[in-house]
């Protein structure tokens, strides 16, 4: 999806692709990409490494310092927290979350996230 969506905005595509299910192993390391659906972007990705139980949310996950969602020029806010939900789902095992800004911590910072996701929608409500 990114790379069809740089086509559009005239950016080069990146290369190689993800394709649909996407593991990859470097050295004896396993990385997991998992597109769960829209949330802070249309094309956010979490990257999971199985033998750590770590998970990289970038900004599709908060950290627990975050106030609020962020900037949400490019997202979809109505479809973020049941794409939050399917990397519950995909990783119950979590013991790790790094987010795009701010400190790790557990997976904490995926509920948090949600109860973000939750504030938002009835302010706007």
């Known amino acids: 999806m990114t790379a069809k969506l ?21 050295g004896n390391t396993v990385i997991e990409a998992f597109y769960p659906g829209e949330g802070h972007s249309s094309d956010n990705i979490t990257v999971w490494l ?7 949310g970038g900004c599709f996950i908060k950290s627990l310092d975050a ?6 020029s490019d997202a ?3 479809q973020w ?32 996230t949600i109860d973000l996701i939750k504030q938002h929608t009835h302010k706007k409500s």
């Open 76 to 78: 979809n806010v109505e």
């Open 50 to 56: 199985p033998q750590y139980n770590l998970l990289f």
């Open 81 to 112: 927290d049941e794409s939050v939900k399917k990397v519950i789902e995909k990783y119950p095992d979590v013991k790790t979350v790094v987010p795009g800004h701010g400190n790790w911590g557990d997976e904490s910072l995926i509920f948090h």
């Open 6 to 26: 740089a086509k559009e905005y005239g950016y080069p595509s990146p290369n190689p692709t993800l394709d649909v299910k996407p593991v990859m192993k470097v």
């Open 67 to 72: 106030k609020d969602l962020g900037n949400l």
